[in-house]
C-alpha cells in the first residue's frame, strides 16, 4: 500500500508530539520545549480578543495594573476566548469580544466586526490575537471580576497622541495595539483622521504648558529607521525654534480671539442701536431696514465671537 500525503501529515504530527515536552506548567500557561525552542502555552484560553470601540469621534482605552511590568498599562479592551467547559460550549471570538468590551468597560456595542487576527509573538508563544471593530455603542456599569481595577478613558481621536503622551509622563505604559486598532478603524471610516499639523501643533502647545517643550511626542507616522540625531548645535537650537514658534502660535489666538471679541461686543452696541431705533427713540420709522442691520449685527457679532474662541482654541489650546 503507497503512504499517502495524510499519512505523511499524520506521521509529522506523531514525530512533533514526541518532540515536544512540557518544562513547566501552571494553572494559567504551560512551557514548552519543541525541539530545542521554548514558548509559552495558554492553557485556559482558546485565542485572544482586542476591541477597537469607537464612540462617534472617541475610542474607549482601559487602564489597568499589570504585575509583570509592574506598572498601569495603557491598552484597548482585550481578553482571553473560553474553552469549552463542561455544559458550556467554547465561546466563538466575537461573543468574547463582546463580552469583554462589556465586562472592561460598561459598553454594549449593536455593531461589531473581526477586521483582522495574526499571532501576537510567534517567537515565544503560540496565542493569537483577533481585532474587532464595535460602534453604535451605550453606555452602562461595568461587569468586573472580583479583584480587577480598571480604569476607562473616552478619549477623543483629535487628542489622542496628548493623551497618550501626558499618559506616558506620569509612569503609565503605552500598548503599541492601540495604534494597530486605530489603522484598522479608520480603514473602515469609523474614526476621523486627525489632521497632523494640528495633532504636532496641539501636543507642541500641551507641552509647553506643562514647562516641557523638548519632549513633544512625534507622530507614529513620521518614525524611520535611518538615523534622525542633529548636530549638538541643532540640538540646542530646536527647542529655541519651538518655543518661538509656539509663543508666536499663541499670541496670534490670542489676538485673533480678542479681534473677534471686539467685534462682537462693536454688533452688541449696533443691535443695542437698532433695537432703540424700533422703539421710535431716534425717530427713525423704516423698520425693514433697521430690522435688517439688527440681524446682520446679530450674525456678525455671533460669528465673530464664535471664530475668535476657535481661534484660542486652535492655536493657544484654551
Known sequence: MTPT???AKVALGILG???????????????????GWEYADRVT???????IAVDGEHVLLVEEFRRPVQAPV??????LIDRAE???SQE???EAALRELREETGYTARSIQEVVGGPISAGMTTERLTFFVAHDLKPGQQMLDAGENIKVHRVPVQRLS?????????????????????????????APDPLPWLRRLRARVAAKQQGNVATTAVPVANISSRDTRPAAGERNAEPDRRAN?????VRLGKVLNWLGLTIGFLCGAWVLVCIATLLGVFGYTDTVATTALLVAGVVVGFFAWIAGRAALYVFAGR
Open 86 to 88: 463542561a455544559g458550556h
Open 162 to 190: 496628548v493623551f497618550l503622551d501626558e499618559c506616558s509622563k506620569r509612569g503609565a505604559e503605552i500598548d503599541p495595539k492601540i495604534f494597530v486598532g486605530l489603522y484598522f478603524a479608520k480603514t473602515h471610516g469609523l
Open 45 to 51: 484560553g482558546a485565542g485572544v480578543v482586542c476591541v
Open 245 to 249: 514658534t509656539d509663543d508666536a502660535l
Open 92 to 94: 466563538t471570538a466575537i
Open 74 to 79: 495603557i491598552s484597548l479592551p482585550a481578553g
Open 5 to 7: 500525503l495524510s499519512d
Open 17 to 35: 508530539a514526541c518532540m515536544k515536552k512540557t518544562l513547566c506548567e501552571g494553572k494559567f500557561l504551560r512551557l514548552v520545549d519543541d525541539d
